[in-house]
């Protein structure tokens, strides 16, 4: 990368920096404040109470109550925690869990190994925009159904799910409902209560904090074993020494973004409704995804007859940061298994690439953005 010039950050899906305020809160924590909070010294007392002020931000945030908030090292141990815990714990009752086809791998590689283990996994499919079959759902319901996992907004192309629906079919059938909201939290409202949700994944660099660090919501009453074992920490459910500054991060990022919220999604809606139209403007574009129920930072377009490899190469050599949309499937020959659940062909999965922005995303970085790729598809048509 040209170090003279500034970088235009358009992933903010995988990854997001974090933000000054946040980076000072989390500063006294790694060397004035370094105490075990396990341990029980009038030293380790401050580092105990700090934990516990970014337990009751994450509860607030959500609307749950602070014992069901416990921390873990980010989404992906959430989701692994969520469902071995809850396939392990509840066996005796049943082997099934339904999820859908579009998960993030973290759930979806977990359910291939829980198949392996014997459990049987339904994946419910989605329609063209992305979103969930409940009648899909409703009719995979078993005697011997423990679990349903089903994200609450789509990495790859933003779609936002029918997440209350979900949490009413599963109440009414008496099956634990989770969500990795890992994309959700920090950019559209989510109440636990108001949704029926029994477990949630979070993950804090995804919305201005510091990576290595999230959180799992279990609702009081949900039977789920521990994935790791060790210590007493997080009330006997979660074993490690708390990665207190981390948590401190969390918990300041998600009480930010939550007030930061209402103004920063009507101007992120604005920014990402324009881009979308301009985009469209070039010939043989469409747009994946769900224009209605979808992400405030997403969009994610299908460049006709130009390989998306080929494109993100030519915007970064621009200076621009996009990607195909999943880590996973960068650099690899697969085509993306979220765009191939819409029904797009293989030759149209490999032609899409995400745009997604975020709080430091600017007009002006939009406008120039705009203005390559019109430049860059021209030429490669041409050329
Ligand atoms: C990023 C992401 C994860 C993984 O979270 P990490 O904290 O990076 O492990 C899981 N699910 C979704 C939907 C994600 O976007």
């Given at each position: ?53 970014a337990r009751?931000k994450v509860s607030?945030a959500i ?6 908030v ?145 959180v ?34 969390l918990g300041?990022?998600i ?129």
């Amino acid at each position: 990368m040209n170090e003279n010039k500034k970088i235009i950050y358009l992933d903010y899906s995988a990854t997001t920096p974090i933000d000054k305020e946040v980076l000072d809160e989390m500063q006294p924590y790694f060397s004035e404040f370094y105490g075990n909070p396990s341990s029980v010294s009038e030293f380790s007392k401050e580092v105990k109470m700090a934990i516990d002020v970014a337990r009751g931000k994450v509860s607030e945030a959500i609307n749950c109550k602070r014992e069901e908030v416990f921390f873990t090292s980010g989404g992906t141990e959430s989701d692994n925690w969520a469902l071995i815990g809850t396939a392990i714990a509840k066996r005796e009752k049943g082997n099934h869990i339904i999820t859908s086809t579009i998960e993030h791998p973290a759930i979806l590689n977990t359910c291939r190994y829980l198949e392996k283990l014997g459990f049987k996994i339904t994946y419910a499919p989605v329609d063209k925009y992305g979103i969930v079959n409940l009648e899909y759902i409703k009719r995979a319901i078993t005697t011997k159904t423990i679990l349903v996992s089903v994200m609450f907004a789509n990495n790859e192309i933003g779609s936002i799910e029918p997440i209350r629906e979900i949490g009413e079919i599963c109440k009414n059938n008496n099956i634990v409902f989770h969500t990795d909201a890992v994309q959700a939290i920090g950019h559209v409202p989510v109440d636990v209560e108001e949704l029926k949700i029994d477990m949630l994944s979070m993950s804090a660099h995804k919305f201005y904090g510091p990576k290595g660090i999230g959180v799992l919501y279990i609702k009081k009453g949900i039977k789920i074993d521990n994935y790791l074992h060790g210590g007493e920490q997080e009330r006997a459910k979660r074993a490690g020494t708390e990665n207190t500054a981390a948590i401190v991060g969390l918990g300041k990022a998600i009480e930010k973004s939550n007030l930061d919220m209402p103004n920063e999604n009507i101007r992120l809606i604005g920014l990402r409704d324009r881009f979308i139209q301009e985009v469209l403007k070039i010939k043989d574009t469409e747009l994946n995804g769900d224009m209605n129920n979808r992400l405030p930072g997403n969009v994610n377009i299908c460049f006709n007859g130009v390989e998306a490899e080929t494109l993100l190469m030519a915007l970064d050599l621009r200076g621009i940061c996009a990607s195909v949309g999943s880590a996973c499937s960068a650099g690899s020959l697969e085509p993306s298994h979220v765009l191939m659940s819409l029904g797009l062909s293989e030759k149209k999965a490999k032609s899409s690439i995400r745009f997604s922005f975020g709080k430091w995303t600017t007009e002006e970085e939009i406008n120039y953005t705009i203005t390559m790729l019109k430049d860059i598809i021209n030429n490669i048509k041409e050329g």
